[in-house]
């Protein structure tokens, strides 16, 4: 009797277990590289030289995006994007479960990983994922439906994928699970996600030999929020917080019931169909600076407007960014303290000011902006419009680019904003991002 009543008790406790686990969503926790808490923090920078960094990251990850890169083999699926990692995000692999960190891109499709044995592995700080340590790890099978596209033979499917800047990973494509961290402080453990395991890899990914490998997130099937599916309830987001004097808040990557947006004003438009590639383009229509439509005309933005949380500031392309230009230049004529700072001072196509007689109610006048998108406003205030540095020098958080119009992570601070896969859309809204870990 008294075997059969700790039976039940032990039943119950698991099914009560497995409610809390499923009605708690997943959360990833997204470092960004200026945080002192990420791996990659560098200390010796100065504000300005961690902006510039920044800098190179959107240029590089802008000429990956909108370059056409056309592959010699079939296996090798392209373009992808990849230069220095803005956000990274650690997640355990493996039974038993191992740390892994892994790049956050929403550019790329397939997440991949250094495995053992590996023929060629460029340096990473974790040991490599030794797959004969895992009672999980199998060989994903050609009748698996994501196999379209790879070349499969009866022992398995093989991967390549390289990057316009010259990285590069191939392996096989394997079957393991994932452990995230869930809000109720459970981990939950997702079975058999398709992955690549890299076992000849090129290329610096990340400075201080951090990254493993990538955690793909765009629009394809292999992607590891499409693979995720109806258990995310088809949904993503994250809510990224200011990275401002060392005051840092930890953003958070949330799935499924956990990535909604709890106010009001919530606002949605639709990813446009009608590119080529499977990155999360917007209908971008018109801009507004300080209340004021900039008048671009229809087919400013062919290609759309890319929203990228690995860009770490904006781009616009030529036309948009000459408009915007002029009008920031007659913007600022009106007060007497402020110039415009040029030449070697200022990266190349960069819009920045000095404000001699720097005082804290003088930034407070910085414009804002607006992005309007297909049925949706997506509003930029001051402190998201520029960047501000010391001694009362700002700049334009967006720089000119020949063709590529990019919504980049500091326009995107304290915004809620929701990859709804199933709608095909994106939703956001205001969203005080330093509470988002409560």
Not at 96 to 125: E, M, N, Y
Not at 413 to 428: A, P, T
């Amino acid at each position: 009797m008294a075997k059969t009543i700790n039976l039940v008790i032990i039943c119950l406790f698991f099914n009560l277990l497995s409610l809390v686990i499923i009605s708690s969503g997943l959360r990833l926790k997204l470092t960004h590289r200026d945080s002192p808490n990420s791996p990659l923090y560098q200390p010796n920078l100065s504000d300005f030289e961690r902006f510039n960094k920044n800098i190179e990251i959107s240029k590089a990850r802008a000429s990956n995006f909108f370059h056409q890169f056309k592959p010699q083999n079939v296996s090798l699926r392209a373009p992808l994007t990849y230069h220095e990692p803005i956000y990274t995000v650690d997640i355990g692999l493996g039974t038993p479960a191992v740390k892994r960190t892994f790049i956050f891109d929403t550019g790329s499709h397939l997440t991949w990983t250094q495995c053992k044995p590996c023929i060629k592995c460029f340096r990473q700080k974790q040991p490599l994922f030794d797959v004969k340590k895992s009672v999980s790890y199998k060989l994903m099978p050609r009748t698996n439906k994501l196999s379209k596209g790879f070349e499969c033979s009866h022992i398995g499917c093989v991967y390549g994928v390289k990057y316009y800047s010259g990285q590069f990973s191939t392996g096989v494509l394997s079957l393991e699970d994932f452990t995230f961290g869930t809000s109720a402080g459970v981990p939950r453990r997702i079975l058999n996600m398709v992955f690549g395991c890299g076992m000849n890899n090129h290329g610096s990914f990340g400075e201080k030999n951090v990254a493993s490998g990538i955690l793909g997130m765009d629009k394809e099937p292999i992607s590891f929020a499409r693979q995720l599916g109806a258990r995310i309830k088809n949904r993503f987001s994250y809510c990224l917080t200011n990275i401002d004097s060392g005051k840092i808040k930890e953003s958070y990557l949330r799935f499924g019931e956990e990535a909604v947006i709890k106010g009001k004003n919530t606002r949605s438009t639709p990813f446009l169909r009608s590119t080529p590639h499977a990155h999360y383009m917007l209908k971008l229509t018109d801009i507004s600076i300080s209340g004021r439509k900039l008048g671009l005309t229809q087919g400013t933005f062919p290609e759309g407007c890319l929203i990228d949380s690995g860009s770490a500031i904006g781009l616009l392309n030529e036309k948009a960014f000459l408009k915007v230009e002029k009008f920031l230049t007659v913007y600022f004529s009106r007060f007497k303290n402020v110039r415009r700072v040029v030449g070697k001072q200022v990266p190349k196509g960069l819009i920045c000011y000095m404000n001699v007689v720097p005082t804290g109610s003088f930034f407070a006048k910085l414009p804002n902006m607006t992005y309007h998108f297909e049925g949706a406003d997506f509003d930029v205030p001051w402190e998201n419009t520029f960047v501000v540095f010391a001694k009362g020098m700002f700049c334009f958080a967006a720089m000119k680019s020949q063709n590529a119009t990019i919504l980049g992570a500091h326009q995107q601070r304290n915004v809620r904003v929701v990859y709804e896969l199933r709608d095909d859309k994106l939703s956001f809204a205001p969203e005080d991002c330093s509470r988002d870990a409560i």
